[in-house]
């Protein structure tokens, strides 16, 4: 039987929407949307991870900014406002390298023991059917005092993108699996703010996670996919064209009985 497969991001999403995550497994996503604001991100986390393979300064990354935006741009479709907007984007990418390095630079990082994009998997059986817990771990780094600690970098000036719960799922996962890395301290960095948000999980934490994802992927084998009650979800979801051409009034779509496995 193939398993249903659960990330921390499927979990979210259907904890906000039932409905946008069962239209997702249809694969109804949009051919494209507004990435704009995502290539700041994606461009910045390429070069750390190759300057983690690199043994140079952390201002290589600076240096490289537009070597790797350009190469990002020739692979992909980003819809610019106008020029304007995309010389914004670029000056705005070239100083959160410039704090990017600022922070590395502080953090003095041990390359040689750092993991990085750390893949997790663990199975588990919701009522005889298999599930697929997965993620990826930006950055496992070693402590001092013997342990580690797992970060998640945020490219981003909004506090609100920081879920602790993304931290939870990973070390849920890293403790399932046993890893000598399974660790309790975690936390979410923003380059553009210059901070660091530190979180302690606990084991409470972890075993209401993993009942919550026992919760969801029950729905989920019912084939529940109500459409959330809550508008303003409805703000950023980017399945909403597919949605409204279902059912017209989102709210009037009632519980679908489809199954999708
Ligand atoms: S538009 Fe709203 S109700 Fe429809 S799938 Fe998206 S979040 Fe759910």
Redesign the pocket.
Known sequence: MKPLTMSFTGWKRFN??A??DY?YKLGKRPKSSDNRNFVKGSVLHELFESWMGLDTDPEWIIENVQVEWKKYLKKHTVMWKNDADEHENYAKAILWAERLVGMLNGLDLDKGRCQIEKYLEYMIEVDGRPVKMLGYVDVLLPTKSGGWTLLDWKFSENKQVMNPYQLVFYSLLLHKQGADEATDDGAFVFPALQKIFPFQVTQENRDWLLQDIERVCRLIFSGYNT??ENKD??YF?D??PF?IKQGGS?KSLGTGRVSIL
Request: charged content about 15%; proline content about 7%; aromatic content about 0%.
């Open positions: 906000t929407c409905h946008q239209l459409p959330t979800d409805c979801c399945v909403k949605c989102l």
